[in-house]
């Protein structure tokens, strides 16, 4: 049963323009969301996070949405850039039990 | 750079031979979880652990599979007798004490191929 879910496995955006990527969850007992990149060969990295407290959060280009009731969040990239091709993780955090669970991934190719 | 670090990279087995991947965490932190990601799949829970102490095995497949973080050393991931569908990428983390955002270190991982 997946609670964390990125519906999309890939998506392509030109240089320059907004890459959006989406994930729903099913547990309403998460409390914090995070976005992690991942390169070819290298582990993952933190990209940015949420609270369930707020419904945005911003870091430079990247800023991630939540919207609760729909239990939904995205991350948008603007604008979008070579290296922002990679796999992005969206994961979530119930604070009960400290576990981070993680969605399937949305490889983002920047197209030039 | 005292990241995360796991080690070997990649480690090749035969069919029913025992694979050990080891883990060593950021330099001050006291958990570690273990990740598996299989191809085309997402990064999937396995175990959560402190030293001496295992939190969270949820994840854990219930045979052949063990995890441990002694008060020395690194944290080691075991299969025994390893099956082909055990190849995957084996991705360790650790997490710094409460309050901070970032919440996951990630090491570069180990790619277990089983022949």
């Known amino acids: 049963d997946q609670q964390v879910k990125q519906n999309s496995p890939s998506l392509s955006v030109q240089e320059g323009r907004i890459s959006i990527l989406n994930c729903d969850y099913t547990n309403s007992m998460f409390d914090y969301f995070l976005w992690y990149k991942k390169y070819p060969a290298e582990g993952p990295t933190f990209l940015i996070s949420i609270s369930s407290i707020k419904d945005k959060n911003e870091d430079g280009r990247f800023t991630v949405f939540l919207n609760k009731s729909a239990k939904h969040l995205s991350l948008h990239i603007v604008p979008s850039q070579p290296g922002d091709s990679a796999v992005y993780f969206c994961a979530a955090e119930n604070n009960r039990d400290d576990k981070i669970i993680f969605g399937k991934g949305t490889r983002l190719h920047i197209l030039p | 750079n005292a990241g995360v670090m796991q080690n070997p990279r990649h480690l090749v087995r035969r069919r029913g031979q025992e694979a050990r991947l080891r883990c060593s965490p950021m330099k001050g932190h006291s958990h570690v979880y273990w990740y598996r990601q299989l191809p085309e799949e997402g990064l999937k829970f396995m175990v959560y652990l402190q030293k001496e102490n295992i939190i969270d095995e949820s994840g854990m497949p219930k045979e052949r599979f063990s995890a441990e973080f002694p008060k020395e050393g690194p944290s080691i991931l075991r299969i025994q007798q390893v099956v082909r569908g055990d190849s995957a990428a084996y991705f360790c983390?650790?997490?710094?004490?409460?309050?901070?955002?970032?919440?996951?270190?990630f090491g570069s991982g180990t790619q277990l191929s089983v022949l």
């Open positions: 983390a650790s997490s710094p004490p409460a309050g901070t955002n970032e919440k996951l270190f």
